[in-house]
């Protein structure tokens, strides 16, 4: 199910995640490139166990993270606990 852009940005906005052009996304920086490559495995497991897929980038010591429904067309709840899952491994 859609959500809406106040519901999105209710959810995460203070978690640092920007809503735009029908996703949520949202950029991490990390001391070595090799931890950034480490935190993205932890991330495609994660997104595996929820069958629900994320676009990643990785450049230098960064992660970008965009996430989006592409059969609903938006982002739904279950972009946003994706996003809240990825916060929880990254963060702890």
Same mark, same amino acid.
């Given at each position: 199910? #859609?959500?809406?852009?106040?519901?999105?940005? +209710? !959810? #995460?906005?203070?978690?640092?995640?920007?809503?735009?052009? +029908? @996703?949520?996304? +949202?950029?991490?920086?990390? %001391?070595?490139?090799?931890?950034?490559?480490? !935190?993205?495995? @932890?991330? =495609?497991? #994660? =997104?595996?166990?929820?069958?629900?897929?994320?676009?990643?980038?990785?450049?230098?010591?960064?992660? %970008?993270?965009?996430?989006? !429904?592409? %059969? #609903?067309? *938006?982002?739904?709840? +279950?972009?946003?606990? $994706? =996003? $809240? *899952?990825?916060?929880?491994? $990254?963060? =702890?």
């Amino acid at each position: 199910m #859609l959500i809406s852009p106040d519901e999105i940005n +209710k !959810s #995460l906005s203070s978690r640092g995640w920007k809503y735009s052009d +029908k @996703k949520i996304s +949202k950029s991490y920086t990390f %001391d070595t490139y090799i931890h950034g490559i480490e !935190s993205v495995n @932890k991330i =495609a497991e #994660l =997104a595996e166990a929820q069958n629900h897929h994320p676009e990643i980038f990785i450049g230098y010591c960064n992660v %970008d993270i965009s996430i989006s !429904s592409h %059969d #609903l067309g *938006g982002v739904s709840t +279950k972009c946003v606990n $994706l =996003a $809240l *899952g990825i916060d929880n491994i $990254l963060e =702890a």
